[in-house]
């Protein structure tokens, strides 16, 4: 790894910080990847799944090909970092550090471009949307892996609170699901001081939201991890009269499409009954914002492999903790083989790294040619000179 990519990936990174969007609005950052990855010799297709970019670039004549992914949104957070780069897109920052992500990337197409040697075709798939958990779907929808066919992808998230520059990954499930509920309970208003003329949704409510929390504790396996919780209560009522609905809303974690399926019937089956019991009648939508990071074990190796050369393999860990947040690299892994890993940031500390998603977090542009090394490595290992395939 020379230094003049990372030079040029750290300046890279700084100006994708001035220019963050979010969502699929991310048309600043979508320009300027392409430009650059067009100047570096990259054949470049824009407008995939709204905004998503992919690059491409081959050499020699396997027709292996690999896929490197960043995302390219930022968050409606105003920043406070007070750096002399900081956004230009008032009450938007990259507060995730997926500025960081792209020029990783980025710094790994000067490399591949100028210096390294590969026999294949590497591609980069610039997404938006992260954040909402649509972007990745919304590039697979339109054609992702029919035009630019893919044998495995990679992908890095830093992780302020890792020493910086340490990589970790594990196979399996590495990041949770999200799943969203909404609750309706529909019984009969009435006056506060006459509860025999109502059917009280307020009580079934609260004997729903207790009942729930028995799904993790009796119907999932003790094994695995999940996360119930109620987040929202909401009802038309007013202080003295007893309200006609009642809505609960909430948020389920989970590592597994089994334990999702669980969660999402245990759900249905404590409202339909609890309703029932008390002569009430009930709804309950449920929604699967983020699927289940679920990387491939070959891909594991791989990345690991790859990390141990770029990082040294004392700062490697390939069996760490799942956490759980979620992350829209899941709708890759569930289309072909895939591994998502954790990229260290260093310590948080005051002053210092700040945690994700806060008004005080920038990219640590001390850990870009760990990135781009990993990123390297992965291409030369998984695209080899002189073997056909
Ligand atoms: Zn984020
Ligand atoms: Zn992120």
């Known amino acids: 790894m020379t230094a003049d990519h990372i030079d040029l990936a750290t300046r890279w990174r700084r100006h994708l ?37 992919v690059a491409s670039l081959t050499r020699g004549t396997s027709s292996r090909a690999i896929a490197l992914r960043a995302d390219m949104d930022g968050l409606p957070i105003e920043e406070r970092t007070g750096v002399a780069y900081a956004s230009k897109n008032h009450g938007t920052m990259h507060a995730c550090g997926h500025d960081g992500h792209m020029a990783m990337v980025l710094g790994a197409a000067s490399a591949l471009a100028k210096d390294i040697a590969f026999d294949g075709t590497v591609r980069l798939f610039f997404q938006p949307a992260e954040e909402p958990g649509t972007g990745a779907e919304a590039m697979i929808a339109d054609g992702l892996f029919d035009r630019f066919p893919t044998d495995e992808v990679y992908g890095l998230h830093n992780i302020p609170g890792l020493p910086a520059g340490e990589i970790h990954t594990r196979p399996g499930s590495l990041m949770a699901a999200e799943d969203n509920f909404e609750i309706r309970i529909t019984g009969r208003g009435g006056h506060a001081s006459a509860p025999q003329h109502v059917i009280d949704p307020m009580v079934i409510g609260a004997e729903i939201v207790l009942s729930l929390q028995t799904i993790v504790a009796r119907s999932i396996d003790p094994l695995d991890s999940v996360v119930v919780s109620c987040t929202e209560l909401i009802t038309d009522g007013a202080r003295n009269a007893i309200p006609d609905q009642v809505v609960i809303r909430g948020d389920a974690r989970t590592f597994t499409d089994a334990d999702s399926a669980l969660v999402e019937t245990r759900i249905r089956e404590i409202t339909e009954g609890a309703a029932l019991a008390h002569r009430a009648s009930s709804e309950v939508v449920y929604t699967r914002v983020f699927r289940p990071t679920i990387n491939d074990a070959d891909c594991v190796a791989h990345a690991a492999a790859a990390a141990r050369r770029a990082v040294g393999a004392d700062r490697v860990d390939a069996s760490c903790r799942p956490i759980t947040a979620s992350e829209d690299f899941a709708a890759y892994a569930r289309a072909v083989p895939a591994c998502f890993a954790f990229l260290g940031a260093g310590e948080i500390t005051e002053g210092g790294t700040a945690p994700l998603h806060s008004r005080d977090f920038d990219f640590n542009d001390a850990i870009l040619g760990a990135g781009i090394g990993f990123y390297t490595s992965l291409a030369t290992a998984r695209l080899p000179e002189g073997n056909r395939s």
């Open 17 to 53: 910080h001035q220019i963050p969007g979010t969502g699929f609005d991310v048309g600043e950052a979508a320009d300027f990847v392409a430009r650059t990855c067009t100047d570096l010799g990259w054949e470049v297709t824009t407008g995939i799944g709204g905004s998503g970019v």
